[in-house]
């Protein structure tokens, strides 16, 4: 079984690595000290298991999660110092994880754990319980993270302009600049503020306060200009959304 | 209270003393052999008392204007005694008036002139006015007393609010646990360390369980406490952490806000340098600026931008720091062309006593 640590920590990390060296079946994969250093070892190592640092400055355990794709994840086991919130997201969601300072009782029994879950094979299980964790621990609801081939990028939620569905991913409009979210239009809906966001069709939705001009084109559709020039066109399903919005 | 239970209250009072001045006339002239029906004297009275109900309000407005203690205590009782007097006289006019009218003779004989009646009569009703004053005063005292004890226990509870504060700012559980830790891995490495950063946790949670601890301290006493703390990130980051320390040593012994630094330092730690994987360096500089003390801790790590968290931390030392110094500190952030995060804090200089 091959393993990858992640902490911001070095002492942390020879803590884990010298209690990994006395299993016989596990293999170091390798170390990463940060979160995007974490997103492309997970990718480029292949890892079955991670032992994942929440509370990394720059970019949280979570946020890894987040990047990565819980359809991407390996395994997980989440180490965390101190952090009532995220303990109780792992509580509710059957989570693996082990405190600081490692108790080996506790490491052995969590390693155990995994162990099963990485032997019965069932990625789908995985994903749904980390895709649960994301939902109930949002890791940070100010910032969306898209991750592309060789990078992690932060949006912020502030910045963004308009998104609209591009095949399986969400294109963002943010300050000028474009990203692609592996993410479905709903899901982001979700993340976005309602007093903020307007979804105008099922493929798109606008910043409320970025739209200039909009036109009543016929049959209850209309076309908005945004700021920056852009038109999109509403369809008749969200009419009342905009209507609601002009009185 | 609001104004109808006020007006009732004033009703109330005016109509017990007119009673009672009633009740005492009733009994007195029993005595004499002269009796007369309780409606004649009460009639007398009441009126009396309403005029002095009617102009309650405004000797309130009165009492407030000028009140019995302060600076001006005895100038207000000069003009208490003038305005006494046009009362008094003014409610012997109404009363006559009022008689005049509903009996169709006025109380006293007029023939005697008004002087007589004056002599006679205002003695009451200067009383009237005085105690009107007098009640008012009272009262205001005691509310006055109230509110200075409510005060005083509002500020003894935000005093022990910002102890605990800084005992949890200094024990942040994820420092705390993070420590622990890596004592936790340093002792199966080397025994010597881990005691090391033990020792320096120990000093640490000492400081910040010790119940006396001052307001102010001298900015010596500071930087000692500081290197405890940055002897244990030290050892924590390795090589990737450098701290410069820049103190001009005329400032050392300048009075600084009790553990004003080590947040500082400590969120310049977390976001500037252990937020990217390259070592990174902290600068920390105080030096005396005329009649300003100026604290800076710098960073190289993302500036500001990108963390907008990092505000929160800040928001607690400006309360702080305006709550100690008024208008007369700075908290400024800035970013440097070079890069990371500066934080200045600009308070007067004051030499500690100690």
Known sequence: M?????DDEPIARRGLRRLLDRETDIEIAGEAGSGPAAVDAIRVLDPDLVFLDIQMPGMSGLEVVEA???????AVVFVTAFDRYALDAFDHNAADYVLKPVDPDRFERALGRARQRIASGDRRDLEKRLLRLLESARPRADRLIVRSANRVQFVEIHDIDWVHAEDNYVRIHAAGSTYLLRETVTGLEQRLDAAQFLRIRRSTIVRIDRIKEVRSLLNGTYELVLKDGTKVVSSRRYREKIERLLN | MSLPRKALLIFVCWTLVGLYFSVHSLALYSYLGRPLPFAYFARIHLTCAY????????????????PLSGRHRWPHVALHMAAALIFSSLSLFIVEIVHLFVNGEPLHDWSRGWSALMYEELHGDILRYWAVIVIDHTLGYYRRMRDRELTASQLRAELAESKLEVLKRQLHPHFLFNTLNSI?????EDVKVANRMLLRLSEILRHGLTDDSPHEVSLE??????ERYLEIERMRFGDRLTIDMNVDPTSLGARVPNLILQPLVENAIRYGVAAVDRPSRVAIRAEKQGEELKLEVRDDGPGLARNAKRGIG???????LRQMYGTEQKLELTSPAAGGLLVSISIPFRMATA
Do not use: D, H, Q, Y
């Open chain 2, 221 to 226: 006493r500071e930087l000692r406490f500081l």
């Open chain 1, 2 to 6: 091959r393993v990858l640590i992640v």
């Open chain 2, 184 to 188: 936790s891995v340093l002792m199966f």
């Open chain 2, 51 to 66: 005029t002095w109900a009617l102009f309650t309000p405004f000797l309130l407005i009165l009492s407030k204007r000028w």
């Open chain 2, 314 to 320: 800040l928001s607690n030392t400006e309360a702080r």
């Open chain 1, 68 to 74: 990565v794709g819980p359809e991407a994840m390996p």
